[in-house]
């Protein structure tokens, strides 16, 4: 097996099946750049993995026993084309991602990719470079196969390094015959004239090898992305499929690499393969992650990276006890090196804070806030978006101590930071809306209310309108992020609600209403179990999506009783006082008058 990512031709498609393929085809590269960037050069975690793995099979043993007293970098290709433990051990991991064995690996994949890439520089300056093409041939399962011949045009992605052959009939031989199961492929690899990308690096590996000459055999590294060209029949026992190599220039792959959206600020450690792995909603795995990284943490800064990361785990996975533990283990060590006033306290209170609003402690939340936001507003060049934050979270808890005119102060600073520092379609504008109308309902000021939602539901119409080129993108990252999430989480987390949420603001403005409806029929069940009176203005706001899209489908009628149901759950559940209740009742019934049956393409982009 090969294994290997399919990336479709088109980035814009709206056909759904694409979109998991194009997002696990992303994470692929993402954990591909992690891999071969890290700094690290012990082995030892690696060779006692191999041990516990072959603890039963003295030869292997052996072998390992040999690696760990020889092993040196420049040598990683031979003990790679070794039949042994390595070779069968490192081609699963790559095969199925499987993360924590391939961090196992990492030295030893990072000293091959280094190899091959070192043989590729010498291989351009001499008369290999001018090498046309090279070959393949292997049984694959015919789904797969699928896979690639409904994707000609779109790119591929093999996750493990790739032996091809500059002999074609060899390469045949090793393609066999097709059965019922698996079909014979004959991987026909073109290369340009001027293939000296380095990050696609290939190199003829004979004098490195254990095979030698003989097979005239050539090493990919793993993840070299390939474009599907074309795909033909050489007889009915085998059919041919034509690949040819991208160079960073290419368009698509430039494209899909702009859209990974993880930030790594240069750093290649165990953390950052957290931070992975965190984004993508894998929780679980984050916090081993973070916690072994921990354990190996040699200076305060480091320490404090690990605590902060170890918190964020934690609180997404909602243990909030042991996520507050680690904030304050963060906390101690700024307090042991830096003045008490330094600006690096603030994040930190805040998300002290943050977790005492889980927990439903609202006065240590407000006080840590408060702490928070007095630093920020000392610093130097304090943050704007941040202290936009803290403003909001105080406004938030105010108003939950029933404390509205205070907590009105603080929700307009908000609003008036947001409007400084941020362009006007960004979604924390309408948050800030939302947060007022809620504030003016229980003030009994529906008017401003009503105002205030109005602004809310332009702000957000107006965003994704501006994003449109994103969409595709965005839809492939949540949904991958829900397939991850659905497996590691509790049905009824929190994070599930936003991550629903997000999906039916993607499938709405793609103007897939029945997929939006569904997901924010998801995401208002869930809120009403998990959110009540924390964030009221998620579920005001998603409940104006629901009724939009549903008028959207002409079926008014369901909007109308969607709108009467909800009215009566909030009195029923106390989540709003009656007058609250019709005022929103007034919102969502407006949306029936404003929101136009299925529009055009140009009316969504005017």
């Known amino acids: 097996m090969i294994g290997f990512e399919v990336a ?83 081609n699963r991991a790559l095969h199925v991602q499987d993360i924590d064995t391939l961090y196992h690996f990492r030295v030893f994949i990072r000293d091959m990719h280094r190899t091959v890439s070192q043989l590729h520089i010498a291989m351009m300056a001499s008369n290999e470079r001018k090498l046309t093409k090279l070959y393949r041939g292997q049984l694959i399962p015919s789904n797969d196969f699928e896979k690639i011949r409904s994707n000609v045009g779109g790119l591929l992605s093999i996750n493990r390094f790739l032996s091809t052959s500059a002999d074609r009939d060899l390469a045949l031989v090793f393609a066999g015959k097709s059965t019922n199961d698996d079909t014979a492929v004959l991987l026909e690899i073109s290369l340009a004239s001027n293939h000296t990308d380095s990050s696609a690096p290939f190199a003829g590996i004979a004098a490195y090898s254990q095979f030698g000459s003989g097979e005239r055999e050539y090493l990919f590294s793993m993840g070299t992305v390939f474009r599907i060209d074309r795909i033909e029949d050489i007889d009915h026992d085998c059919v041919c499929i034509h690949l040819t190599l991208t160079q960073d220039n290419d368009p698509q792959l430039t494209a899909l690499a702009k859209y990974m959206s993880i930030e790594l600020h240069e750093r290649y450690d165990l953390t950052t393969l957290g931070m992975f792995v965190l984004d993508i909603g894998d929780y679980h795995r984050a916090k081993q992650f973070f916690a072994t990284a921990l354990t190996a943490a040699k200076t305060p800064g480091h320490r404090v990276r690990c605590h902060n990361l170890l918190g964020m785990a934690y609180e997404k996975l909602g243990d909030y006890d042991k996520a507050l533990e680690q904030f304050q283990l963060e906390l101690k060590i700024h307090r042991q090196n830096l003045p008490v006033d330094h600006p690096v306290f603030a994040p930190t209170y805040s998300n002290i804070a943050v977790v005492y609003m889980d927990r439903g402690q609202l006065d240590l939340a407000l006080k840590y806030f408060r702490r928070a936001l007095i630093i920020e507003q000392a610093a130097i060049e304090p943050n704007y978006v941040e202290l936009s934050v803290y403003h909001s979270h105080i406004g938030l808890i105010l108003k939950a101590k029933s404390l509205l005119k205070e907590s009105l102060v603080y929700q307009k600073k908000a609003l008036s930071l947001r409007q400084m520092c941020l362009p006007p379609i960004h979604p924390s504008i309408a948050e800030a809306y939302n947060n007022l109308a809620t504030i003016y309902y229980g003030l009994h000021q529906n008017d401003k209310a009503i105002c205030m939602h109005k602004k809310a539901w332009k702000s957000q119409r107006r965003a994704i309108l501006y994003s449109q080129d994103k969409l595709d993108d965005a839809l492939m990252h949540f949904q991958e992020s829900l397939r991850i999430k659905l497996k590691s989480l509790n049905p009824l987390h929190p994070e599930m609600a936003g991550t629903y949420a997000s999906l039916g603001n993607i499938y709405n403005a793609l103007q897939s209403y029945d997929k939006a409806l569904e997901m924010y029929e998801n995401t208002v069940k869930l809120y009403r179990v998990t959110l009540m009176r924390k964030h009221p203005e998620k579920l005001v706001d998603t409940m104006s999506s629901l009724i939009e899209c549903l008028v959207k489908l002409g079926r008014t009628d369901e909007a109308r009783e969607r709108i009467r149901e909800h009215y009566e759950w909030s009195n029923r559940t106390l989540w709003h006082t009656d007058e609250e209740a019709r005022a929103l009742q007034n919102i969502l019934e407006s949306i029936l008058d404003k929101v136009p049956l299925i529009p055009s393409i140009e009316e969504r982009v005017i």
Do not use: H
């Not at 030892?44 to 043993?61: F, G, P, T, V």
């Open 8 to 90: 479709p031709v088109q980035l814009a498609s709206t056909e759904n099946n694409r979109n998991m393929q194009e997002a696990s085809f992303m994470y692929a590269q993402l954990l591909k750049g992690i891999l071969i960037n890290m700094k690290d050069n012990d082995t030892s975690d690696m060779i006692e993995y191999c041990r516990q793995e072959n603890a039963s099979n003295k030869a292997a043993l052996d072998i390992i026993q040999n690696f760990e007293l020889n092993y040196r970098p420049e040598r990683a290709i031979w003990w790679y084309s070794l039949d042994s433990f390595l070779y069968r051990i490192l």
